[in-house]
Structures are given as C-alpha cells and as structure tokens.
C-alpha cells in the first residue's frame, strides 16, 4: 500500500527546518480541541495549500470521522521528538489506542504533513553502519548501503535486477551494525500491497476468457442490495476510482499487529447492507477496502475462495512455486517481520480482504512473473499495464499497476507495499525488458520505510545508464 500502511492519511513532508517549538504546540493542540469537537472542516482551513490540493476537504472529512470512529477522540499527547528534522512526532492516546500523530508545519505555520500509525516506543540508532558489500558491484553496493544503513539489525533485503536477459540477486542484511551480503532469492516475505496487481491480473484474465466485463456490476453475486442501491464495478475497484473509503468503518482495528485476520464474511456483507458510502467516485482514491471487494467479488464469480482462484490463474499458471496465501508451516522458509524496533512481529493473517495485501512470496518467483510481462502477447498482463485513470500529470494508474516515467523519461510499472514486519517495492520498464524487486523485513511503520521505494527507483535507473 505507497504504502500500504492501514492509518495512513497523507504525507507531504518536507525539509523545511523547524520554526519555534510554540508553533508545533499550537498546531497539534488546535488539532486535538478541533478533532474531538468534530469540527473536521478547521482542521482542512489549517492545512497549507499544497495539503489541500493532496487531501481535499471532502477526503479529510472523510479520513477524520473514520478515524474518530475507530480509535475514539484524544485524551492526551506527549512530544516525543523531531524526526529527521522534518517533522515532530507526538505519543497521542486515543480513547482505544495509542497513535503516532507526526505534523510538519510551513513557513506559515501551516499544516504541510500529517501521518499517523501506531506507536512504537523509539529506540536508540546509530551511525556507524559498515558497508561489506565488497562481492557486488561498486555502485549496487553503494546504492543499497546508502538506503539500508539507518535500517535495525537483522533486516533482510532480498532484490532482483533483470537487465539484458539475465536476472541477478542481491541479498543483503544487516547485522552487528554491518550490511552484509546473503543469499535469500529463495526465502519468502510478506509482499503487502503488490498482492493488488495480482488481484488485477485475475481480473484481467476472467476478462480475456470472457467470463466477465470490466464494466460489469458486482451487485449482481450478492443476495442483498447494497446500501441505498449504490452500483460497484469491477473496473473502479481495480483502479481505485470506486469513491470506497481506505478501510471500512466497521474494520475493528483495536489489533494492532494483526488487523485484517477477523474481517470476515459476516463483516463485508454488513459493509455493503448497512455502511457502504461513496466519495469522489471516478476519483483516484486508494483503497484497500477497494481491493480487498474486488477479490473476494471474483472468487464469488467463479464459486470459489479468491485464494483458490489466485493460485489457479496466477500461481499455477506462472510457475510461481513457492508463492503462498498463508504464513503457516512456512517454518525456515519464512523471513521473519520485525516491527520498526526490529524486533520480530507477527505475520498478518487476512480473510475477505485477502486481494488487498495477502501474498507471500519470493524475489525468484517475482521474477518469473515479472518477465511473463515482457511478452507482449499475453493479453491478460497487458491488460493490466493499459492506463485507466490519470492520477496525476505524473501518473496514472492501470488495473492495479501504477503508471509512471523513469528519472530519464522512460515508462515504467510500479506498485509497492507495506504490512506490520515488511516493505516491498517492484518497478518494470517493459519495453527494454529491465526490472527492479525489492522485498524485505522492514516495518512498514520504520521511519526509513520510504528507502525501499527510493532504492528500487534507483535500481532502475542504474539500468538505463
């Protein structure tokens, strides 16, 4: 999820330095007194103009009030620290849980950034980080040592780089303050919100068998109208043009380290019958809700579980052996996830939402299905890679895939994910046949997070050269 982080509301932080300490009180006690009066529409007139334009009114509203009925309102907060002096962080308890709120302010005291995710206790790092990537090639051992070095120890990062018909790894990790390398082209992580294009990718292959029409209604495999009869599509949800909110209002996120595991049948069917609410429909508005509909959906066309369905269109289908839907008896296959601390976390379990972030897999078996894009006769993965929707002037967005131009203007796909104990990142330019895949044990949550998607980017373009 870019990231695919299940509290995530918008981030546009800058490197501005800190103004005085006043200003940030001000801001995050105005933020607090308005949140909990419900006056979500003082908290937009505070944001700065760039803010506005990434968040509009509507979608803060909308962010605002979910949030208020999952964790409650604000009993207190404590500032806790600058981060990477960009951004103040503050320990804020909310009536059912405790959150990092992270705000940065503008020159004018104007609110430029704001995220917020579950609190991990800070600890101490340090600086001294030893490159012994001395087997790989001068300028890969750099480019990896400079984004992983503030990463904890014991992260893995397990990477892929297809250039000119051939497929090298890099592994690395980090141990004892030293990035080393290691082979792990073999060992499974978490992939998070990558699962989306493959989500798509069955979408696109019920599509080319005829079975269904992008433009088709999902109402129609339900038992029961949706809420004040409002019609979903297969083609919004791939796309994130539904108007569906992130998550769902009646997603108890009260487990932090697991969220998606007692989200069930019983829970989407009350979704649609008694929550379901559009915004901004035929606007691109990420949603994992979205997502997660959409594979459930496409299970119920074929009378199967999505899973199933998932590993007959797309396991199976691409030899991707060892590609799972589950973290059980993965025993030393398994690359433990460790929280931003680096300390280990459990794996997410999923149920309905499976099509939002469910997958686990390799960079090997990524590999395989990224060269399967490179054959322009396979009609179903082209379909997935044809623009849909203009997200911005910079990008658009497929079925699932996210269009983009390369740092020398090149095309490329891209989508990324994040769950509690990993963070991955995977970028193709299809036309010169090259690809960049990233997996790793990074928390989602870690500060750094944001290095893995750099690192790809990077990778990609060190191809072009």
Not at 296 to 314: A, H
């Amino acid at each position: 999820m870019k990231k695919s982080l299940f509290l995530l509301i918008a981030i546009l932080m800058t490197n501005l330095l800190f103004a005085q300490t006043e200003n940030y009180k001000t801001a995050i006690d105005n933020f607090q007194s308005n949140y909990n009066a419900e006056k979500y529409e003082e908290i937009f007139n505070t944001f700065s103009s760039e803010m506005k334009q990434a968040l509009p009114l509507e979608q803060t509203v909308e962010f605002l009030k979910g949030l208020k009925s999952q964790v409650g309102k604000i009993e207190n907060k404590e500032f806790i620290t600058y981060q990477q002096e960009t951004y103040a962080t503050y320990k804020t308890k909310f009536e059912k849980m405790v959150l990092a709120v992270n705000i940065s302010l503008d020159n004018e005291n104007l609110i430029n950034g704001l995220f917020i995710k579950p609190y991990e206790e800070p600890t101490q790092t340090t600086n001294n980080t030893i490159n012994s990537l001395s087997n790989y090639p001068k300028e890969i051992s750099e480019i990896i040592f400079s984004k992983a070095k503030d990463f904890p120890n014991n992260t893995q990062l397990s990477i892929a780089i297809i250039q000119n018909g051939k497929t090298n790894y890099y592994g690395v990790i980090k141990l004892n303050d030293t990035i080393k390398s290691i082979e792990n082209q073999t060992k499974v992580f978490e992939i998070g919100s990558i699962t989306k294009v493959f989500t798509s990718t069955v979408l696109a292959s019920l599509v080319e068998e005829g079975k269904i029409k992008l433009t088709d209604k999902i109402n129609s495999y339900y038992s029961f109208p949706f809420k004040d009869n409002i019609n979903l599509n297969f083609i919004d949800l791939a796309n994130h043009t539904s108007g569906l909110p992130r998550l769902p209002e009646n997603l108890d996120l009260s487990n932090e380290t697991n969220p998606y595991k007692s989200y069930g049948k019983n829970q989407i069917e009350d979704y649609l019958k008694n929550f379901l609410k559009l915004d901004n429909a035929k606007t691109y508005s990420y949603s994992n809700l979205g997502t997660g509909l959409l594979g459930y959906t496409l299970g119920l066309t074929q009378k199967m579980s999505f899973q199933k369905l998932l590993q007959k269109k797309v396991f199976d289908k691409y030899k991707m052996k060892n590609s799972f839907i589950s973290s059980n008896n993965l025993n030393d296959k398994l690359i433990k996830g460790q929280n931003p601390n680096g300390e280990i976390t459990s794996n997410w379990d999923w149920d309905v939402l499976f099509g939002a972030g469910g997958i686990l897999s390799t960079t090997e078996d990524l590999v395989k299905f990224a060269e399967a894009q490179f054959n322009p006769k396979n009609k179903e993965l082209t379909l997935t890679r044809s623009p849909t929707s203009d997200i911005d002037e910079d990008m658009k967005i497929g079925l699932g895939w996210h269009l983009l131009k390369s740092k020398s203007g090149k095309n490329l796909v891209w989508h990324n994910g994040g769950t509690g104990g990993y963070s991955s990142s995977m970028t193709l330019n299809t036309n010169d046949k090259t690809a960049v895949i990233i997996l790793s044990n990074l928390s989602a949550y870690h500060p750094k997070m944001r290095n893995i998607d750099g690192l790809c980017f990077e990778l990609i373009n060190e191809t072009e050269k």
